[in-house]
C-alpha cells in the first residue's frame, strides 16, 4: 500500500465512505510530495474536528444518528481526559503536600498565587463535570431501570469495587511495610511503588471503561448530550487554566527555591523537577485531548441543532 | 465549476492555471465538503473512479454575489488609483 493511501486512512469512516475513492483517484495521478503529505494529515485532522464533513448523502434520521453518536464519543473522551488529568493533578498535589513546598507557597508569591489558581481550576472543573455527568449518569440508571437490564447498573457499581479493591491494597501494602517484616530492599520497592501504582493506574482504567461502556450502551436523550457540552466547555477551560498554572508553580519555584526545585522531593523521592515536567506533559496531553474532543462535540452539536432546524 | 462540471484533479489543475496556486489535496478535499454541506456544490455520477461536481442553483446565486461584489471592490480601486 502507497503512503497516500495510509494518510487517507486517518480520515473518519464516515468521511472515508463518501470521499475516499475520488481522493485516492486523484492522488494516483501524480506523485505525491512531502507538502501534499502534510496536507493531506492536516485535512484528516480538520475532517475529525469537522464530523458532519461526509455526511450529505445519508438521509437526515442517518445523519442526526450519526451525529448523536459523534456527540456521545466526543463527551466520554472528554471524560475520560479528565480522569487522565486528574491522575496527574493527583500526583502534583501529593507532590506538594511536604512542608518544604508549603513552606515555598506562603513565601513566595507567584508560587503560592499558581497553587491557588491549582486549587480553584480543579474545584470548577469537579462541580463542571458533576454538572454535566450526573445527569447522563441517573439517565443511564433510569434507562436501565425501565428496560430491567442489569448491565448498566453493574457497570456504574464497578469504580465503587475498583475503589474497595484500590484501598484494600493500600492497607496490604501498610501492613507489609511493617518494621518487623524483612522485606530486601527490591522487595520493598516493588510493593511501595508497583503494586500501589499499578493498582491505582489499573482502578482507574477499569472505572472508566466501564462508566464509558455503559454510558455508551443507554438510551440517553439528544437533549441531555447537547447539554453536557456547556458543562465540557468549562471542564476544558478549567483544565488549561490548572495546566498554565502548574507550568508557572514549577517555573516560579524553579526561580523563587531553586536547591528545592533541584532536589528529590518529586513522586516517591524521585527528582522534583523530573515529576513536574512529567506532570505537566500528563496534563498537557489530557487538555489537547478534550480540547480537540470539545471541538468536535460542538460541531456535532451545531449540526444537530442545524438538521433539527 | 462556474464553466462546467468538474472533478477533483481538474479543479486543482485549473486553480494551478489561473491563479498559480497549488492547493493540496486535504485543503482541495475540506472545501469540496463544505462546500456540498452547504448546498452550493452537488455531485454528479462518478465517472472512472473520479467524480465531477457542478455549482448548485443557489451556489450560482452565491458565486455571483460575490464575484458582484469583487467587481464593485475593484473598480472603486481602480478609480481612486486613477485619481491619484
Redesign the interface.
Known sequence: MKIQHYLVLLYPHV?RE??E???????E??SLSF??G???????L??HLHP?????GMSLCERMIQMISTLRRSLLTIFCAYIGFILAGWAFQKMTEYDDFVEAARTHSIVGLSFNLVVIGAVVALLAVLAGGLPIVIAVIRSALVQKRRGPLLLLAVPFLAFAVFLGTTFLLEALDHPGNHLSPVWHIFLSRGVFFGTLILAAIVSVGSVCIAVARSEISEKLLRFAVLPSILVTIAMALILAATIIWGLGLRDAAPQLFAGNDGIVRSSTAATWLGIVIAMAIATMLAAISLIRGFSARSALRNAAA | MAGSPK???AI?EDIEAFAGVHL????L??A???L??QGLIEPLP?E????PYRLTASGVAFLQEQLTGLEIFASMGLQRLASI
Open positions: 468521511w463518501r470521499y475513492d475520488e481522493l485516492l483517484a486523484m492522488l495521478q501524480r507538502t501534499d502534510v496536507n493531506l494529515f492536516f485535512g484528516a480538520d475532517a458532519h464533513l461526509g455526511t450529505t | 472533478h477533483g484533479y486543482m493540496g489535496p486535504g485543503t478535499y475540506g469540496i465538503a463544505r456540498e454541506a462518478t472512472e473512479r473520479r467524480r
